[in-house]
């Protein structure tokens, strides 16, 4: 569906029943729940789908073997509950989006035998609490085995190590994937609209005033409800419906880095559930590549955080503790941050305290807020929202959620391993065939179809295998807009190496150019834009952090 049909559809003159801010994980989430329940729904989306957050993850799909610990340790049920849900979810965002999301196998060395039983003991819970959904068993390995594994793995002080299952995906592309099925569902999801304040009646907010941020036209959306879905930015939107809201969120910002495949096994991850100072860190396979993280600090809300240089020579002296082969400021190609919504709660000392649980708000004129939670639990997050809002706004509901078996766009008719006889067909490299097969699942023969019509069967760089038909493709059916919506969402290419993102913005600003009908002088802005934007993440500014001192 292209922009300008989901423009009009926005611009109808009509009451939607829900108006739904922000298009990251939550709010695509909600927007697909309502709209397979039978609502009406707009969303709008201030940049592009998961331009904030939402990108910015670990790329893991988890139940969250630290929360355990928390919950045993501390007689947590929340934290026990946290767990036992996202392993529920976990299994299920893998069923419903097969190609976008996979088990995932990870490491962790243990220094005692007395910790290796704790740790094995801990990871068969997790196990048992997946039940049916589990993606593989725990087991514990020797030193030995450990070496064999993970060769680059320094296992110095160390005794053994456990192996367990999460999983892993393409977080920016789930999101858009979620958008474009609500659409399908009859929902209007844009991204680049705005909402610029709130439109009340009788006390009561019933839309927004919106701007389109591509050409600056405003209008107004109404609906029954409007949902607050904007992650981070949560209290900024409270706060325009009512300046004297208190707060309800603590934000942490946590940064990764990208760097060679070299540096991990391709088929393992590692996983260090605390550092000296209580962090957990991730080396994690993704995309040809590694990425490692996280770093977790106090934050203030910001639209575009950018990575701090301390944060990453941070990364970097425990990337070096952890493998037995140097890592270089030189060796990292790409850096990310992105911030954490964490729910308020008092007597908590730090933000990796605090549980990744969400919450429910309403303001006194109505406005439903879904706030906190985590990726991996992003569809309950939005049942529990659509459930609210049913009684909040009165829409009686006679469907129920059937998003725990609804499989998203691209997964209907996905086969694993078919891109081998997708490449014989077609007649493309099994590289590429590979790459378009987990990018857009049962839809790739769609983009190779676009490739014949238009010619564009050259890569976009010479080191990767996305090709110049893809960013057609995206343009006309996945609303990608600018180029940085192509370079870091519909493709990770500005995530795994910003120089290279850089390289390609050109191409594919004149690719976008010839098929949105653009003029030289916006090709030109494009580009400078998305060049811009890439070369914060390629080199931080040392004296800023993200902690807002």
């Avoid at 680059?152 to 979620?178: C, E, P, S």
């Avoid at 790409?334 to 429910?360: I, Y």
Wanted: glycine share 8%; aromatic share 6%; net charge neutral.
């Amino acid at each position: 569906m292209n922009r300008e049909t989901l423009l009009s559809r926005l611009k109808a003159d009509k009451e939607y029943d829900l108006l739904v801010v922000g298009g990251g994980a939550t709010g695509c989430g909600v927007a697909v729940d309502a709209a397979t329940r039978g609502l009406d729904v707009a969303l709008v989306e201030r940049a592009d789908y998961a331009s904030g957050t939402s990108s910015k993850s670990t790329k893991l799909v988890h139940g969250g073997v630290r929360y355990l610990e928390k919950a045993v340790l501390k007689l947590d049920k929340e934290q026990f509950d946290l767990v036992r849900e996202g392993l529920k979810e976990r299994g299920q965002l893998l069923k419903n989006a097969p190609h976008l999301a996979h088990p995932l196998k990870l490491i962790t060395p243990v220094h005692t035998v007395r910790e290796a039983g704790y740790m094995y003991a801990g990871l068969v819970m997790y196990d048992l609490l997946a039940g049916k959904l589990g993606l593989g068993r725990s087991k514990l390995v020797s030193r030995k085995k450990a070496q064999q594994l993970f060769p680059t793995l320094n296992l110095d002080g160390y005794k053994a190590a456990v192996i367990y299952y999460d999983g892993q995906f393409n977080d920016a592309r789930m999101a858009v994937t979620l958008a474009r099925t609500a659409n399908e569902h009859g929902a209007t999801c844009l991204n680049h609209v705005e909402v610029t304040g709130l439109v009340r009646t009788q006390g009561k907010v019933r839309g927004a005033h919106v701007r389109d941020n591509l050409t600056g036209e405003e209008w107004t959306i109404r609906a029954k409800g409007v949902v607050n879905a904007t992650g981070p930015m949560a209290d900024t939107l409270r706060h325009m419906d009512d300046p004297q809201l208190p707060d309800i969120l603590k934000v942490s910002s946590g940064i990764h880095i990208m760097l060679d495949a070299k540096f991990t096994p391709p088929d393992l991850s590692l996983m260090i559930p605390s550092t000296e100072d209580g962090r957990v860190l991730f080396m994690i396979p993704w995309m040809g590549h590694v990425v490692f993280g996280t770093t977790d600090e106090p934050a203030t809300p910001d639209h575009d955080p950018v990575p701090a240089e301390q944060d990453i020579e941070y990364l970097l002296k425990y990337a070096a503790k952890y493998l037995n082969r140097p890592v270089m400021r030189s060796d990292v190609l790409s850096v990310w941050s992105g911030l954490r919504p964490l729910v308020f709660a008092s007597g908590k000392s730090s933000t990796q305290e605090l549980a990744r649980t969400h919450v429910l708000d309403v303001s006194p004129a109505g406005v439903l807020t879904i706030t906190g939670g985590k990726w991996t639990s992003y569809r309950r997050m939005a049942e529990d929202t659509v459930d609210r809002a049913d009684s909040l706004f009165g829409f009686n509901l006679r469907r129920p959620c059937v998003t725990d078996t609804l499989k998203v766009l691209g997964s209907r008719g996905f086969v694993p391993g078919a891109h081998t006889e997708m490449a014989r067909e077609y007649g493309i490299s099994e590289e590429l065939a590979e790459s378009l097969h987990k990018t857009y699942g049962d839809e790739a023969a769609k983009v190779v179809q676009v490739a014949r019509e238009t010619g564009l069967t050259e890569p976009l760089h010479p080191e990767h295998a996305y090709i110049g038909a893809e960013v057609v493709y995206q343009a006309r059916y996945e609303m990608a807009s600018r180029v940085s919506d192509v370079l870091v969402r519909r493709l990770p290419l500005g995530l795994v190496n910003l120089a290279h993102a850089i390289e390609a913005a050109p191409v594919v600003a004149e690719i976008m150019g010839n098929e949105l009908c653009w003029e030289p002088a916006r090709c030109k802005e494009e580009t400078e834009a998305a060049t811009a934007m890439l070369q914060r993440w390629l080199k931080p500014d040392s004296n800023k952090g993200n902690n807002g001192e």
